[in-house]
């Protein structure tokens, strides 16, 4: 399963955080909390660390317990952490890189990562703003690292060795700006 579901060569996992279902009729202990529209809506949610491939399959998952907090991102990351060394401990050994999203750009997240011998990708998103707008700044005065053209999309890869920022020192950084073609909007 781990060779057959390798990307470009490597095995990926991808950890997020998943809302399981909502409910505003009833709740239990393991219910997280929020209010909406006035009205308290009670979750369950789980971080989740996934086979990304051919044959995608979740491997494990961290409940957000309501003791974790209310805001998504710091509950998500504690959920993070109780995960990520039973997915080190069970599967370390087959793990290539890490993807994740913004909310787990933190310098004890990528450390944490690379301490299990991992590489990191992280999709920085409108809460790291400052960061892509220093890259977009680079890439108007370095010359991209591969342009590659297809019938669908056309990739462009830049690597910018120069562009630091908090959580991302001491590894690569490379850039792929995504545009959505639909919305007009690039991210």
Known sequence: ?????????????????????????QSCGDCT????????????????????????????????????????????WRAAQRLLPRVASTFGHR?????VDAAYCTQVFLAAVRGYGWEAVVRLKNE???????AQGLLQITPPVLHRATRRETLTLWDLPDLTWGPLT??????????????????
Do not use: C, N
Not at 95 to 99: A, E, G, H, L, M
């Open 95 to 99: 793990i290539d890189v890490v993807v």
């Open 128 to 134: 790291r703003l400052t960061v892509w707008q220093d």
């Open 33 to 76: 909390r929020r209010v909406v529209q006035g009205m308290t809506e009670y979750a369950h949610k789980s971080v989740v660390a996934s086979l990304v491939g051919a044959i995608p399959m979740a491997l494990d998952w961290e409940t957000q317990r309501p003791a974790d907090g209310t805001a998504k991102s710091e509950a998500e």
């Open 170 to 187: 001491g590894g690569p950084v490379v850039v792929w700006p995504r545009w959505d073609r639909r919305a007009g909007d690039d991210g």
């Open 1 to 25: 399963m781990w060779d057959q579901s390798r990307v470009a060569g490597y095995r990926v996992v991808a950890v997020d955080g998943v809302e399981w279902f909502a409910t505003r009729a």
